[in-house]
Nanobody, 123 residues
Framework: EGQLVESGGELVQAGGSLRLSCAASGFNFDDYAIGWFRQVPGQEREAVLCISDKAISTYYVESVKGRFTISRDNVQNTVYLQMGNLKPEDTAVYTC????????????????WGKGTLVAVSS
């Protein structure tokens, strides 16, 4: 049974940095794209970033370009979301997903979901 476990979320001040991790197990990680979603309570979930099986990144939120990067370690079966210059509007639960591919405007074939990790940015 495939599983994704996120970690690294915490309370941070505006302007700070965090690195989220998404650790995969139980499926062939090398063959999957991994995406990050975020959701603020009461709002719709939005895709933020995705990294393909070939380590190509796709951004879905304009406001994180230049601040967030995504990377993957196929030895550790882990994807990282490096977040810099954090803003209060980045506050959300961040969830990773194992998917078939990263489309230009959405993520396709989402097979595995993590439970999420909370990022809270204070002003």
């Amino acid at each position: 049974e495939g599983q994704l476990v996120e970690s690294g979320g915490e309370l941070v001040q505006a302007g700070g940095s965090l690195r989220l991790s998404c650790a995969a197990s139980g499926f062939n990680f090398d063959d999957y794209a991994i995406g990050w979603f975020r959701q603020v309570p009461g709002q719709e979930r939005e895709a933020v970033l995705c990294i393909s099986d070939k380590a190509i990144s796709t951004y879905y939120v304009e406001s994180v370009k230049g601040r967030f990067t995504i990377s993957r370690d196929n030895v550790q079966n882990t994807v990282y979301l490096q977040m810099g210059n954090l803003k209060p509007e980045d506050t959300a639960v961040y969830t990773c997903v194992g998917a078939e591919w990263c489309g230009s405007s959405q993520i396709y074939g989402m097979d595995y979901w993590g439970k999420g990790t909370l990022v809270a940015v204070s002003s």
